[in-house]
């Protein structure tokens, strides 16, 4: 569910302005600062390198401890529900995006595919410039149709769980209890999820309340884009860098 935006949100006007402005951002993102990609710390790495057999709870706080502080994951989520109020459609589209999530992440690490993190990570904070712009209503001003909301959650849910994945191949984890390992991470990742969402819609709650939300509900929007724009810029200077 997205809310329509008020006609007097002009701006986007055209794909063309958004890309260039998109392209700008990417530049100067690239210019300014190395990349950097949320992942598992120096010290879990460590962890996970060295130790084998199944150890339930370790992972399930490593999968938790992922998402609380993984910020393209939250800012992705934050625009999912940005307009969503009724918490069986908030379950819907998180569950969609915990399937997504959660398939590609145990999927591409067993079967050992590899794509490079760089650019996974890229579409990732390009998932969030999609959303912001369905949040600001630009795919119905600009093509006179409304894209699937729930198909695209599912499809950048595989994204961001093939981000993870990415990261995780490097580490060499033990094939020791390595699926039970994966699903604990997995449900670790499911429950960090849930906390954070949780965290994001009391404070939406409070804000949603206030007279100003829906004045400052376009401009919120449109600086969750720029920042979408940001992480994709650090994403391919490492890319082009490394």
Known sequence: MTATIPRWAAW?????GVCL??????????????AFAHGVADGDKGYIQETS???????LYLGAKHMVTGYDHLLFLLGVIFF???????????????????STLLLGVLT??????????????????????DNMGAYQRWFGFQPNTKAATLVFGL???????????DFNMSPDGLIGNLLAFNVGVEIGQLLALGAILIVMGF??????????????????????FILAGYQLAGFFVA
């Open 112 to 133: 050992d595919i590899s794509v490079s993190s760089y650019l996974v990570d890229a579409i990732i904070g390009l998932s969030v410039v999609y959303k912001a712009l």
């Open 12 to 16: 986007p006007r055209t794909p063309a």
């Open 84 to 102: 969503l109020y009724r918490m069986k459609d908030i379950g819907i589209y998180v569950t969609l995006f915990a399937i997504g999530h959660s």
């Open 53 to 59: 057999g199944f150890l339930f709870w370790p992972f």
């Open 159 to 169: 994204f961001h769980g093939f981000g993870l994945a990415t990261k995780l191949q």
């Open 21 to 34: 402005l998109g392209l700008l951002i990417l530049l100067l993102s690239g210019l300014l600062t190395a």
């Open 207 to 228: 804000w949603r309340k206030t007279s100003g939300f829906y004045r400052h509900a376009y401009g919120a929007n449109v600086v969750l884009m720029t920042l979408g």
